[in-house]
Every structure is written in C-alpha cells, then in structure tokens.
C-alpha cells in the first residue's frame, strides 16, 4: 500500500532553534518527493521537489534530504522565525499520471 | 501572476442538499486536480484533468461527486446529494506539465460543511 508517514505529529520549538522534520515512505513506484507548508487557511505551498537521483535541496532556511535506498526524507529549518509556523507536509509522486500521496503533516509552532 | 482560485471559501449545506464547488486554475495550465482532506487524515487525491478531459478519477469516493472541466479552463466539483462524511476541505491545485519541477499549484481550499 502507497502510504506517507511523517514524524513528529507536531512540534513545538522557540524562535531561532533549529528543527528537522521526517517523512518515510512506501510509494511504487516512485516519481519524485515534494515538501509543501501550509499556513492555517491557505493551500500548500511547494517548498522543494527532488527527483530520485537527487539527495538534497535547499531552498532558503529550508533544506530538504532524500534517500532512495531507504526510502525516507527529512526537512531541515535553520534559525526558525514565527512565520515558520504551519503544517509540513511530505508528499511523494507515485506514478506517471503525477498523482500525490500525502503524509499527514508535521504541525510546528515557533514561540517567541 | 494570479493564483488558483476557489469559490466559496466556506461552504455549511444540510445533509441531502447539493453544493457545487469552482476551481479557476492558473491560466495556461493544462493539468488540474482536485483533492480533499477530512478532518484528521491527510489530503487524497480525487481527479486530474488535462484540459477538459478527466484523465484519472480513481479518487472519486462515489457516484454523487460529479467534476467537470469544460472548455479545459475553470472546472466544477458537484456532491449530490451530500452525506456528513462529505465534510472536509477541497482543494484544487493546477500545474503546467505533469513532472514540473515547479510543482502543483494549491488553491486556498473550500471548506464543506455538511450538517
């Protein structure tokens, strides 16, 4: 079965700490894999796309990892701000149709 | 560039009734999908069009959920008639080409609430 499983359910961290948050997955096959944030009331936004033969991404303060072999996917932010938080969703493509499977996201909080 | 948009944002229907939903995608996008998350589990997915024709609609929970895209510019999500498990947010995303780098883009989402 195509699942996402994403780690921790939620995360409470201050503001300029470090956080990484951790998606595993078991799609086939498999496309490419998308971190998206999602403040409270909007649509996802994309933050980084890798395709299978890439193992890291950055994107700002945003800094995606991706291993193939073990099938697992983490996302790195650096010196947290209060707009960081948000949902973080995993989302892995599953076939040529570009189809998404979800993870159920990873909410963060940053405190002042 | 403007956005996907969708109408309405809140949308609170009696169990029974029909509620139809609209997706403007980004103009010149060809692909557009819709998805939906209920309360507590993650976002599925329901169909993908390419222009005006439904390319994949294994996602489509039943026979009341009806979606068109004619003309292959804004398309419609219609539940008739609408059940309680129904109730969640939809949201629409559109993209240029199915493996854009750039992604699908996300409308803000409808929020159905089916009492």
């Known amino acids: 079965k195509n699942q996402v499983e994403q780690s921790p359910q939620s995360l409470i961290i201050l503001e300029g700490k470090n956080c990484t948050l951790q998606?595993?997955?078991?799609?086939?096959?498999?496309?490419?894999l998308r971190w998206y944030k999602q403040d409270t009331g909007r649509g996802p936004v994309s933050l980084t796309i890798?395709?299978?033969?890439?193992n890291t991404k950055s994107n700002g303060r945003y800094t995606a990892t991706l291993d193939a072999d073990t099938k697992q996917s983490s996302l790195h932010i650096t010196a947290s701000q209060l707009s960081d938080s948000a949902s973080y969703i995993c989302v892995v493509s599953g076939g040529s149709q570009g189809n998404l499977i979800f993870g159920k996201g990873t909410k963060l909080s940053v405190k002042p | 560039e403007a956005g996907v948009t969708q109408f309405p944002s809140h949308s609170v229907i009696e169990k029974g009734q029909t509620v139809t939903l609209r997706c403007d995608p980004i103009?010149?996008?060809?692909?557009l999908y819709w998805y939906r998350r209920v309360m507590g589990k993650e976002i599925k997915f329901l169909l993908h069009?390419?222009?005006?024709?439904?390319?994949?609609e294994s996602g489509m929970p039943n026979n009341r959920f009806l979606a068109e895209r004619t003309g292959g510019t804004y398309s419609t999500l219609k539940v008739q008639p609408a059940e309680l498990e129904d109730s969640g947010v939809y949201f629409c995303?559109?993209?240029?080409?199915?493996?854009?780098?750039?992604?699908?883009?996300f409308g803000p989402g409808t929020r159905l609430t089916v009492l």
């Open positions: 069009f390419v222009k005006e024709s439904k390319q994949d």
């Open positions: 103009s010149g996008h060809d692909n």
């Open positions: 995303a559109s993209s240029q080409d199915l493996v854009s780098l750039r992604g699908q883009f």
């Open positions: 998606c595993n997955y078991t799609v086939s096959p498999f496309s490419n």
């Open positions: 890798m395709t299978f033969s890439e």
